[in-house]
């Protein structure tokens, strides 16, 4: 069975910058878009980036758009998140997320991670 382990969570002050990485544990042959989603206490489980197979296309929503860059080993199902100027809004825990069968990963992966804790203080 695979799963996806995420590191790099962290408490950073407004501004900073952090670093996530997600892989997958277990052997597997298949092709995944993989992506990251965050969930704020008392919120819904909301969409942050994704990126295809091959690593051509990159999604985000506006809320991170120019702050939060995805990318992957090229050929693997590692994943990582790179964010610039973190704000406090920007306080949530972090899953990893993956799915074979979608292109456009932006809701439902099949596969989630643990989660991640991102804390920005003021």
């Known amino acids: 069975q695979v799963h996806l382990v995420e590191s790099g969570g962290g408490l950073v002050q407004a501004g900073a910058s952090l670093n996530l990485s997600c892989e997958t544990n277990?052997?597997?042959?298949?092709?995944?878009?993989m992506g990251w989603f965050r969930q704020a206490p008392g919120e819904e489980r909301r969409f942050v980036a994704s990126?295809?197979?091959?690593?051509?296309?990159?999604y985000y929503p506006d809320s991170v758009k120019g702050r939060f860059t995805i990318s992957r080993d090229k050929g693997q199902n590692t994943v990582y998140l790179q964010m610039v100027n973190l704000n406090p809004e920007d306080t949530a825990v972090y899953y990893c997320?993956?799915?074979?069968?979608?292109?456009?990963?932006?809701?439902?992966?099949?596969?989630w991670g643990q989660g991640t804790q991102v804390t920005v203080s003021s």
């Open positions: 990126i295809t197979w091959t690593g051509d296309r990159t």
């Open positions: 997320a993956a799915d074979p069968s979608i292109v456009k990963l932006t809701t439902a992966p099949s596969l």
């Open positions: 277990g052997r597997t042959s298949a092709r995944y878009a």
